[in-house]
């Protein structure tokens, strides 16, 4: 696991693909995301987000910039899935060893996609969620996204980010993945197309 937070991760990010003049712009005042207001932090992920949409209409940049700031959970689970994946070859037992250990939506796969859904972060909670504005909150995995009013689907990056990590280790390649749905973008749902 990397000894990189989410902020060290960006602000690399940013370098590697924007100039240093953008990427000091971006990341002023990210200093709030060390703080315990987490309205200020999700005002200053939003704003960074904004200004990052307006520095570049690369949506590969983006990508490139925040699908490494990515959470590494589920570490545990990678080298059973390595394994499974290296005994059986076979995509149908991967995703039957992958669901209920770090998918609970089984994932479907249609010809060489794989489609990742995510359950809500706040099961009950949405269920219970009488507005759909409140159902997309409580499904959002993400405190800072939850927390802004409204925030660029440019962040769902970092969260394919995270699925491309398990991907990518389980089968030692690269893969793409796709954001087909997002809550942040009024969707009831989020959800990742995995090109293996």
Known sequence: MSSENWTDKFEKGLREHLDDRTADDIMRGAEILKSDDCQAQAEWM??????????????QTKINILTP????????????????WAKSGDIDQLLGAMHGRVFGVKPVCEGNVVYIQKMPSFPEEHAQAKTPEKKRF???HCDYARAATKISKTYCYCGAGWCK????????????????????????????????
């Open 138 to 140: 409580y499904f959002c």
């Open 165 to 196: 990590r398990i991907w990518e280790e389980v089968l030692g390649r690269e893969v793409r993945v796709d954001i087909t749905h997002s809550v942040l973008q009024d969707d009831d749902f989020c959800r990742f197309a995995v090109y293996l």
């Open 46 to 59: 939003k704003q960074a987000m904004g200004k990052l949409d307006q520095a570049t209409d690369s949506e």
């Open 69 to 84: 700031c990515s959470c590494s959970c589920f570490e545990e689970h990678i080298e059973h899935f390595k394994k499974v």
